[in-house]
């Protein structure tokens, strides 16, 4: 039917129509417009976790470095931070620790600026800051996203376990040179014979003087249960052997008491015949406390 022959309602009938399907397809096309915009903050979203991911695993590879210093693993993050940032072309990191700084080549501060405490052994050390070198848009904090502070947030809590562990090493190897020296140059250098047993009563070390006098090697009793080496081995170099196992292990069964008496040793391949004066006491503080510290003083020329 041709548009002349069409009534005036059919007319009206048929504008309805094309309205109705022109507002279905501004409906269908808005949400085909929302789809996009999802699926582009999804997309944008997915990058951000990427870049922040990868972070985390480049800060973790540093970290692993054999023998690297807390300056360049603190220098080593900063230069990493600005990529898992929003807008990495303008963004700038620095680490302040008490007297020192870190920062990137093209680090300014700058008023739009995240800036997060680093704590280590419960004390504010220093802070990490980032800043942005232009104006950005408004977002969740300034121009800056949520995710970015809880990036920032994590990578400072993170220096300062790095930094609480660092210092744990370097006291435990300060500690251990003063052992050494205090072992090595001092008590191994001694002429009195010495055991060290912890709470267990297990040894935990003898001197060489110790070894000399007893005829045993350090290192076939370090560790060793010192009941069981008595009973076994160390009672029977002496003219008295249950005599002597009876008050050394008294010391053991009541380890409260000091203990003093004069042992006669018996000549062999391994050792010389002499008289030792037995001097123990317990350990009451540190690393060894409830075990015994036992003393062998060489008395021969006495008798």
């Known amino acids: 039917m041709k548009d002349n022959e069409k009534t005036k ?8 129509d094309l309205r109705q399907r022109i507002t279905e397809l501004e409906t269908l096309n808005n949400k085909l417009k929302k789809t996009e915009e999802n699926l582009w903050k999804c997309k944008h979203d997915l990058d951000e976790q990427a870049k922040e991911l990868n972070l985390f695993y480049a800060i973790s590879r540093l970290v692993d470095k054999p023998d690297i210093s807390l300056d360049d693993i603190y220098q080593g993050t900063v230069d990493l931070m600005p990529s898992a940032w929003q807008y990495p072309e303008i963004t700038c990191a620095r ?9 990137t080549n093209n680090s300014v501060e700058t008023i739009w600026k995240q800036s997060s405490k680093i704590i280590a052994q419960d004390n504010r050390i220093g802070a990490l800051e ?6 950005k848009p408004e977002s969740d904090e300034g121009p800056f996203l949520k995710e970015e502070r809880y990036m920032i947030n994590a990578i400072a809590e993170r220096l300062g376990k790095i930094t609480e562990q660092k210092w744990a090493e370097k006291m435990l190897v300060e500690t251990e040179k003063k052992y050494h020296s205090l ?14 047993l912890d709470s267990d009563f297990r040894v935990v070390w003898v001197n060489q003087a110790l070894g000399h006098y007893f005829g045993i090697r350090r290192e076939e009793v370090l560790g060793k249960d010192k009941r069981q080496l008595i009973r076994e081995q160390i009672k029977n170099i002496f003219e008295d ?5 009876e008050k050394v292990l008294a010391t053991y069964d009541n380890n409260t008491y000091v203990e003093n008496f004069a042992c006669h040793v018996l000549p062999d391949s391994d050792r010389e015949e002499r008289w030792l004066q037995h001097w123990s006491q317990p350990i009451r503080n540190g690393l060894y406390a409830g075990g015994r510290i036992e003393h062998y003083t060489d008395i021969s020329e006495r008798k």
């Open 183 to 196: 072992t090595d140059d001092v008590l191994d250098t001694s002429k009195v014979g010495i055991f060290i």
């Open 9 to 16: 309602e059919q007319l009206i009938n048929e504008l309805v």
């Open 241 to 245: 052997p249950e005599g002597f196992s």
């Open 130 to 135: 980032v800043c942005y070198l232009e104006e």
């Open 95 to 103: 680490v302040i620790i008490e007297d020192q700084e870190f920062k």
